[in-house]
């Protein structure tokens, strides 16, 4: 292994779509090509010293010791003509992929690269300073972003991307930056929109006896920089997983959660880890078109990837509900371990309400004490209204109520178009002998719940129709039980994929 930055190995040459590297001895210049992309344009030679030395600047925020700096490459005729950055030549077999692909394990060095980039971060300039940068985090600037992609990329539906996967792709992805316009919004304001690394990449990063090195850090644009920290260690946790590494990017964005004391909801995480596996899927397409065979597969593998984030970060409102007794309660909380989704109870909320502790016993006959008509109207109301909040977060919720009424059904349901969430909808069932036995044993002040069998009775004369649910018979075993429930709402979750219109409101 390599003590540190510099390693002498035979001349040779790499090539990337916009510079040229030589690596003579234990040196490594790199050359702009003199070309313009759109996106970039070194067309110039004074666009490429800016550049060089842009590229000096910026990379040595992490690997100072490589970058030697920029020089100068003089003419026949004595005159300067272009410009190149000089650097130390990195080991190869140091490559973060390379140890990934040899099967070596590498998280000592993830970790540390997890704390550096959390460092940078720390010190790196915020919207505050730059209102650029915070303009370039916004919802819609992320949903532009995406929809240059797909603008990109639809001339290779069909021939190279499955229709049906590029169009539930365009779903998700729209759907979700509907409704998290707050989301974004806050996190703006809190300082997460910052100017980063832009381009972390699994095979520029080099694992040294001292510590790694993290290079190429883009230079040509700041845009390309500027954004959300999620969504610049988000590359990093792509690669990985793209590298077949699925572990190693959980480890790393715990790590950098560890170092930098960001949070943020998983939805956020799937969904940026979808974008950066868009934008190489839409590189890879492109490389295809200019000739390259061994893209197609790259590049369908990558549209997976992309298409499994976005269904993991899909943001749900569950309404789990049924008579008391049926065991909703049970399912409802099941759900949310297992789905990592919010949870919110009505019985909880009714205390809140009330300005009671969640266990004080406060039992009554329907339509009186807290169980009043108004009473229970504004319950559903601060519940919808707690939902509503996360929802906008980016966090999935699960309501855990009777749900008897469909006028409350309705609201909720509004509330889920409202926030371009997935509603999904679970009614427990169960004989009424049992749940009177349940309700029976039920200590007073062991639960939030004060329902009684005469509440059971008079709400079961009471309760709406509901079609639109799945049905879970809550007098089995409770494992089948948990089973049954957690199915039926990821199939209306699947379902929910092909439905409504790609709007971004």
């Known amino acids: 292994m390599a003590n540190g930055p510099g390693v002498v190995g035979p001349t040779a040459m790499a090539e990337t779509h916009c510079a040229i590297v030589l690596f003579v001895g234990d040196r490594a210049y790199k050359f702009k090509k003199p070309l313009d992309m759109g996106f970039l ?7 490429r ?65 997890a704390r550096q980039i959390a460092i940078l971060h720390a010190a790196a300039p915020t919207s505050s300073s730059d209102p650029a940068i915070g303009q370039v985090a916004t919802r819609d600037a992320v949903a532009g972003n995406w929809e240059d992609n797909f603008d990109a990329m639809r001339p290779f539906v069909g021939e190279l991307l499955s229709e049906d996967e590029f169009r539930r792709v365009h779903r998700l992805a729209t759907r979700f930056l509907a409704g998290r316009r707050r989301l974004f919004d806050d996190r703006i304001a809190c300082g997460m929109a910052r100017d980063g690394h832009g381009d972390l990449l699994a095979e520029d990063i080099f694992c040294l006896d001292d510590g790694p090195r993290i ?29 077949g590494h699925p572990e190693a990017a959980q480890r790393f964005l715990a790590w950098y959660a560890e170092f930098s004391g960001e949070t943020h909801p998983q939805s956020l995480a799937h969904h940026y880890i979808a974008y950066r596996a868009h934008v190489r899927a839409k590189v ?89 008509p108004e009473r229970v109207a504004e319950v559903y109301r601060e519940m919808l209204g707690r939902a509503q909040g996360l929802l906008e977060s980016g966090v999935p919720v699960v309501l855990d109520a009777s749900w008897t009424s469909a006028a409350d059904r309705r609201a909720a349901a509004e509330l889920a178009g409202a926030t371009s969430s997935t509603l999904v909808q679970v009614r427990c069932e169960s004989g009424m002998e049992l749940a009177r036995a349940r309700l029976a044993r039920r200590p007073v002040g062991a639960d939030a719940s004060d329902a009684t069998g005469e509440v059971l009775d008079a709400l079961a004369q009471r309760t709406d129709p509901w079609p639109q649910a799945a049905t879970v018979r809550t007098d089995e ?12 709402a990821m199939q209306q979750l699947d379902l929910a994929e092909g439905d409504g219109g790609d709007d971004v409101g």
Request: charged fraction near 30%; include cysteine.
């Open 49 to 113: 010293e800016e550049a060089c030395r842009r590229e000096v600047d910026l990379n040595r925020r992490l690997a100072p010791d490589v970058y030697l700096g920029v020089a100068d490459v003089v003419g026949p005729d004595g005159e300067v003509c272009d410009h190149l950055v000089v650097m130390h030549r990195m080991p190869d077999d140091r490559r973060l992929a390379t140890l990934l692909e040899r099967g070596e394990v590498a998280s000592g060095c993830l970790r540390v690269v």
């Open 215 to 243: 290079l190429d850090c883009l230079e040509f644009a700041d845009r390309y920089r500027y954004g959300d920290v999620l969504l610049d260690v988000a590359f990093l946790a792509m690669d990985l997983e793209r590298l």
């Open 477 to 488: 075993p409770v494992d089948r039980v948990l089973a049954t429930a957690r199915a039926a």
């Open 41 to 47: 344009d070194f067309s110039t030679r004074e666009a």
């Open 284 to 372: 890879a397409c492109l490389r295809h078109a200019q000739g390259d065979p061994t893209m197609a597969t790259q590049a369908r593998g990558l549209h997976r990837l992309v298409l499994d984030h976005l269904r993991r970060g899909c943001v749900a409102l569950a309404l789990v509900g049924g008579l008391p007794g049926t065991g909703k309660s049970t399912v409802a909380s099941a759900l949310s371990d297992s789905l990592g989704w919010a949870l919110l109870r009505s019985d909880e909320i009714r205390k809140d309400v009330a300005g009671l502790g969640h266990t004080v016993g406060a039992r009554s006959p329907l339509d009186e004490g807290l169980y009043r």
